[in-house]
């Protein structure tokens, strides 16, 4: 049940409203504002932290010629254990201090107030009784910890717009294609590195036992039953490991020339069993998207209006790999299965497909563009010709 | 989930419920214990004042696999109180548990007190969690220890730690601790010996440090001085593990381990901490602490980062710090610097954590021929596999044996059950285990459940016998009264004999009266 949840977000700054109009206005239009989403995508983020202590999630930037990874930020690399050490001992002469302040602090208080005062005190430190949560120390810097992203996503993003060059086109194209192959691949240097670090762990702890990985993809000749069975323990073993899944949220439309590329991600995660899911805010079907949560089986949802949009977070994106057994969520209809030329990246209804890398094209020639194998029409007419006699 | 954390809730008042839910920690942790359905529809109901959504509305987002599953969530929630249904076919969330949740969520935190934690460095967790295995170890010996029946360490060969009278009982575990199946006589002359000495030398000790106690408390260091913590568990722990029903005080003033305690020694750690916790939260009033000081720290601890240290509170009472002395004996903390921070150690993480059906940490593997190999060197997993493992070979990682009848039925007598041990086995199944499926061999369970129906083969029950009646009818007529109430145990028409349960007897005195009243 543990997820990693990689979110692409569409910086596309063309289809996020800005906030120069009127708060009222906005909600009249149901206009997109992009530091409202963002409150309301906290929260669901929030929730979705909740759910699991190890869960974990991360953002992506989905703009054209560089696709950021906002949250969390790629570490920069460690400074040495010894500097680690000493800024250790500092916050503690630093902590030292000040609680031994407090003690003085007391002890004076001591003298002139009454016990009862001090007993609302302790209450107080621990947020017991009527204290309705929030008061405690430990809780108040596990809630920095976690709330910190809010802040340190907010400023990067306002960073990465500001940083954009006026004119050029950053900031102004989304490449669906770019954006899920990084996620994919940061989803695979995820896992390795977990898989690192349990094997160290084991080592560690001299417990001498075989490795105890189940990967994904097994490759044994087994009979249909043994297969299903596999199928299911190898499902309940990998809900305890942690289980990756997109989420695209898009504004823009589709690229039709991106078809390809988009297509091979697809089908790479469908088969690393990584569900795909799309929360698309404007008035048009995304193709590619419906094709994605199709495959993949992942979620797909269309809107318009900002006040719905927390609320469908926390129904629809919200479920996890095991409770996606129980519950039916809303799955893209009438999807356009119509492919583009691989030449021209026009949509094609009838063309011609290479027998050999299943290429599809509108127009036919006797080499075939991807894989370079010949065709010559005529000699196959020939053929046809002589064994029709 | 038995004898864990929601199952408390679930028997407490409404009231009680609602003061607990005040505590953000509390919300958080039964939200995350909660079923996984019932968890998503907890996240849907977040944002919905009351009254709410409409039933059908869950109801049709369901699967088949689904809709099994619906009527169990909603009802856990309805019994931990966090669903109300204020119309009908209505469902939302209580207030309280809303608002706490959402505070969470929404990360509307006011930061009024310093924050008094600091990391620590990666000796002194090592030291944290050798502090808390060596806690739950004691107590788990203690209890292996004091069981009726032989045990397979025998009587003086065992690393309590500083338990016994023995003192130099460390130096004998670090001997003992891989030699569970070699023959101890020697160990037993040698320790036997030592203790003579050693009672001597003890109990001259003893008597010094409770003077020295009452004076300079607050400067002893608590890892100094095991003689403390000897006498502080013997009065506090084990009376509280009396009352949890795992011990009984015999006629010679001795203590004994129940069959609830045996089968304690079999449960996941999650419901043996809260078994242990659960007493104390109960016995907070008799002890006049707060209950709610207990569970906010408890379940602070919970969530408590291993890698922090934190300064304990000011201006603690006498009882709140025998309270959290009580917790590092234990185990769940790790005092120091006189007394005034501590750190959480490694077990506080069951208390939050629920575990899942299958770990992937696990060391036992089991065939179809009743073999087993355990791939631990731990002297307590041997301890506990001992008791229906009849352990052959041992090597530096590894134990085999294999499960006979004998020791099965030792096991069962001393009070274990097939599902028990069965559920046992599979948390601790080797993760190659998972690939045939079920996890343990059919022949192994079945068989553990033929031989736990066998000594349920007789049973018996205080009855009488009526025979020689006086004639056929009120032979019959009686025998319809038996039947109609149930207390009838055997008869036989041809002999004109009936056993009664003794509970019937004056109903079928009665019956007899009267039929010789009719007769007359």
Known sequence: MTTLLCVVLDINQENWDLPKTNNSMNEENGSLELGKFLDKFFVFLKTFLLLDPQNEFSLFLNSSPRVELIYPKPQQKSTGKKSKINEMKKERTMLKELYLKRISQQKHRKKNQLQNKQKEQIQMDFGGGGGGGGSGEDEILRMKEKSSFEKEIKTSISDFLTNLKPNSVEGKTTSLSESLSRVLCYINSVLKKKERQRISQQQSSNKKNTTNTMSLNQKKILSTEERVRQLELSQMLADSALRPRI?????????????????????????????????????????????????????????????????????????????????????????????????NQKVVELGYVCSVCLSIFSKYSVLCPNCHTRFPIKKIDKIKFNSKK | MEGGFLDYLVTLKREEIYDLYRQSFVCEIVFRTLPVLSKQYVCRLLAIPPPGLELTLFEDCLTKEGKKEHDGALKKLHSLSIIESQ??????????????????????????????????????????????????????????????????????????????????????????????????????????????????????????????????????????????????????????????????????????????????????????????????????????????????????????????????????????????????????????????????????????????????????????????????????????????????????????????????????????????????????????????????????????????????????????????????????????????????????????????????????????????????
């Open chain 1, 247 to 343: 989420m695209v949220v898009q504004l823009s439309k589709d690229v039709p020339s991106q078809y390809v590329p988009v297509m091979n991600c697809i089908f790479a995660s469908q088969k690393i069993q990584i569900p795909i899911d799309a929360l698309v805010l404007s008035k048009v079907d995304s193709m590619f998207l419906q094709q994605a949560s199709h495959i993949t089986e992942g979620v797909y949802y269309k809107t318009t209006s900002q006040s719905e949009i927390l609320q469908i977070l926390l129904t629809n994106f919200i479920v996890d790999h095991w409770s996606r057994r129980f519950l039916k969520l809303p799955k893209p209809s009438n999807i356009d299965y119509r492919a583009t030329c691989f030449d």
């Open chain 2, 87 to 520: 119309k009908k076919g209505f469902i939302c969330l209580n207030k309280i548990f809303q608002s706490q949740i959402r505070k969470i969520v929404t990360g509307s935190f006011v930061d009024e007190q310093l924050v008094q934690s600091f990391r620590l460095f990666g000796k002194e967790i090592q030291k944290t969690s050798k502090h808390s295995k060596k806690c739950w170890e004691r107590i788990m010996f203690y209890l292996i220890k004091k069981l009726p029946h032989k045990n397979p360490l025998g009587k003086s060969t065992y690393p309590i730690h500083d338990l016994d009278d023995n003192s130099n009982s460390s130096s004998n575990s670090n001997n003992n601790s891989n030699n569970l199946i070699l023959k101890k006589d020697l160990d037993r002359k040698r320790n036997r010996n030592e203790m003579k000495k050693n009672t001597l030398k003890s109990n001259k000790k003893k008597s010094s440090t409770s003077s020295t106690n009452k004076n300079h408390k607050k400067r002893i260091n608590a890892q100094d001085k095991p003689e403390l913590i000897k006498n502080q568990f013997q009065k506090t722990i084990v009376p509280l593990l009396k009352e949890a029903g795992l011990l009984t005080l015999t006629k010679k003033k001795e203590y004994r381990t129940t069959k609830e305690g045996f089968r304690f020694l079999f449960k996941n750690k999650h419901q043996q901490i809260w078994t242990i916790l659960l007493q104390y939260i109960s016995d907070c009033k008799r002890h006049h602490l707060e209950k709610s000081f207990v569970t906010s720290f408890l379940f602070r601890l919970g969530f408590s980062d291993l890698n922090k240290g934190t300064f304990l509170p000011l201006g603690m009472d006498d009882k709140q710090k025998k309270f959290i002395l009580n917790l590092h004996i234990l185990g769940f903390i790790c005092l120091s610097g006189h007394w005034k921070i501590y750190y959480p150690t490694p077990l506080t993480k069951y208390i939050s954590k629920t575990d899942s059906k299958i770990s992937q940490h696990g060391n036992i593997v089991l065939e179809t021929n009743f073999k087993t190999y355990i791939y631990s060197s731990d002297l307590l997993d041997l301890c506990i596999f001992s008791f229906f493992v009849k352990l052959q070979h041992q090597l530096p990682n590894l134990a085999t044996g294999i499960i006979t009848k004998k020791k099965i039925r030792k096991a069962f007598k001393m009070g274990l059950t097939a599902e028990l041990l069965i559920q046992y086995i599979e948390h601790l199944a080797h993760p190659k285990m998972f690939l045939k499926f079920p996890i343990i061999p059919p022949t192994v369970s079945e068989q553990f459940h033929h031989w736990e129906a066998e000594k349920n083969r007789l049973s018996f029950d205080l009855s009488t016998v009526y025979q020689n009646f006086e004639s056929k009818n009120q032979y019959h007529a009686i025998l319809k009264v038996a039947l109609e109430n149930n207390i009838e145990l055997w008869h036989s028409d041809q002999n004109e004999i009936i056993a009664i349960k003794q509970s019937g007897e004056d109903i079928i005195v009665k019956e007899i009266q009267k039929t010789r009243d009719s007769m007359l």
